[in-house]
């Protein structure tokens, strides 16, 4: 599934439930920035990366999670670093906003509505300009705040 019929599908469905947000997973390595394996990390950003996580950021009706296994001293690192772009990230790693059901336990497993991660299958050269066009449309018609 491409990432824009993942985020169409997660968006109709919180209209139908009626709910307040989405929530969007987002991986760090190989999926916003290429990935460095040295201490001094640089930040090479995917085309596109920067601005679509800033609408995302500033759109009401997403909740973005930070999905890394990286230290987290370095995550707070990265995430100094994002701010400086206006790229929130709401939580790390958990949703601590869904609770637990009669049916669901997330518990052990994150509840997200959409994943954007290299090993979900996104391929940060190509996705994040198709989802930026898809997210400022999406804004632009007001389905989207």
Known sequence: MSIVKSFDKALKRMEECNWDKIYVLVDLHDT????????????????????????????????????????INTVVKYITYLKKFG??????????????????CFDE???????????FGFDAEI???TLYYYLAEAIRLGKLR
């Open 109 to 119: 497993k994150t509840y997200f509505n959409v994943g954007i991660d290299d090993k």
């Open 87 to 104: 790229i929130n990230f709401d939580m790390v790693n958990l949703n601590r906003e869904v609770k637990n059901t009669d049916l669901s």
């Open 32 to 71: 916003i920035f290429e990935a460095c394996y040295y201490e001094n990390e640089e930040y090479k950003w995917y085309p596109y990366a920067k601005e679509t996580l800033e609408l995302m950021s500033h759109a009401k009706y997403i909740s973005l999670i930070l999905w890394t296994s990286t230290h």
């Open 127 to 129: 996705e994040w300009k």
